[in-house]
């Protein structure tokens, strides 16, 4: 069962610690087997995509052009879909769409006094790639939350790589691609997908950035990539931290906390409150719901290795330990959330109010559900449109300008021993 803490205890911060911690320690066969296999499909190219395809995922094919997955069957597999089901799914690309339209950033510049113009271009990517987890793994929401900020940015082409073991293609993943809009999908996963998308072979182009989240293979193979490519973050496990007063709903906090436990066993919930009587309520809430959860083993397995309610003195103190955990999914179930929201300086998505499950925020709120975790809300955040554009700046100088600056660049290039730097910039001074 989940633990119970008070962050009174002597122990608390050392405990807390040990808590949060994730070892990121590679496995080292892992770490040989993705070197070796990105190492192949750069110098051999499609004939090792196809030689892994065929071993790992059963699919035997005679070229990685019959790995593409036509047009047709993405629209194919979009028109089949239940009514119901299809619906959900449109609802949720207008409701991400429309929010990540707020984030597209445009070109600006402003002109100085003697003429000289300084700006910045804002241009997307031309390529990218999208890895969908597949097989068993069924994730239509990250097809829509990696494909269509990239759509909004103005990318050129997206290309999705999604494993089908066996054949097996799951048509609500494709029904997702036909939606938003991809390019081009090839029925290939794991490593192999990594190093394609990176490297570009006969059959798959290169692409200038890999997003998307995948099994360890996949994280590691992209962390290798990064450089030859850019890639959106190396995810840890999913995370929720709840900070909540004697006015929530104790059995709607024990099922949010379950709905970051279901992941897997290392993800991570945590319950912060001053009330000791709302902890024991989630506490027996826990007790009464886990039993007719469907994975209610993976869930008691998460909560007990790294599951928590920790009773705290204040709602300041909450603050602080949540900026010290800088969690994925942070919730606010109290009843006045502005005065706390105030407080919080890092977390991934905040969810403010009795009513904003972060579940919600997973498929269809609008914000994306790529956020950082294992601490890194400190210094990163959430997939947006602003990851597939970049930035160059803008430089012209006037001639006027060109005295000012020469000047100024001549005595730092000598200063720095740069003559050839200093000459060009006095070149231009010269009259």
């Not at 990121?24 to 892994?52: F, H, M, P």
Request: proline share 5%; charged share 20%; aromatic share 6%.
């Amino acid at each position: 069962m989940i633990r119970r803490w008070a962050s009174s205890d002597a122990n608390f911060a050392r405990d807390l610690k040990a808590l949060l911690h994730v070892d990121a320690a590679q496995d080292d066969s892992i770490e040989r087997t993705v070197a070796e296999i990105l190492a192949r499909v750069r110098s051999e190219g499609d004939a090792a995509v196809l030689e892994y395809t065929q071993r790992f995922d059963a699919v035997n094919v005679k070229c990685v052009a019959d790995l593409e997955i036509p047009q047709s069957e993405l629209q194919a597999a979009l028109a089949g879909l239940p009514t119901q089901q299809r619906s959900a799914l449109e609802a949720a690309a207008q409701r991400i769409t429309a929010y990540h339209q707020h984030q597209l950033a445009k070109s600006w510049s402003y002109t100085e006094p003697d003429g000289t113009r300084l700006g910045q271009k804002i241009t997307a990517l031309d390529r990218v790639g999208l890895y969908v987890p597949g097989g068993k793994a069924a994730y239509p929401s990250s097809v829509l939350m990696n494909a269509l900020p990239a759509k909004v940015a103005g990318v050129t082409e997206l290309i999705m790589v999604v494993p089908t073991p066996r054949n097996e293609r799951n048509a609500l993943v494709l029904a997702a691609a036909a939606l938003a809009g991809v390019d081009r999908v090839f029925a290939i996963g794991g490593a192999q997908a990594v190093a394609a998308l990176a490297y570009g072979t006969d059959t798959i182009p290169q692409v200038d950035k890999i997003v998307g989240p995948g099994n360890a293979y996949v994280a590691a193979a992209k962390r290798r990539v990064f450089g030859t490519v850019g890639i959106d973050m190396i995810a840890g496990p999913s995370e929720v931290l709840v900070i909540a007063d004697a006015s929530a709903n104790p059995d709607w906090v024990a099922m949010d906390l379950f709905a970051q436990a279901e992941h897997d066993e290392m993800a991570q919930s945590i319950l912060l409150s001053p009330d000791a009587g709302l902890i024991e309520r989630v506490f027996a809430s826990i007790a009464k719901l886990l039993p007719e959860q469907p994975r209610k083993q993976v869930i008691a397995a998460s909560l007990k290795n790294r599951g928590a309610l920790i009773q705290v003195r204040n709602m300041a103190e909450a603050c602080q330990i949540a900026n010290q955990i800088a969690p994925e999914h942070l919730e606010l179930a109290v009843t006045e959330a502005v005065p706390l929201l105030e407080q919080i300086r890092h977390a991934g998505a905040i969810f403010i109010g009795h009513f904003s499950s972060e579940s919600l925020g997973d498929y269809c709120a609008g914000p994306n559900h790529v956020l950082p975790t294992s601490g890194s809300a400190r210094f990163s955040s959430p997939l947006g449109v602003y990851d597939f554009q970049k930035r160059s700046s803008i430089i012209e100088i006037s001639a006027s300008g060109a005295q000012n600056l020469g000047s100024i660049a001549s005595i730092l290039a000598r200063g720095e021993g740069l003559i050839a730097h200093a000459r060009a910039a006095e070149l231009r001074c010269e009259k």
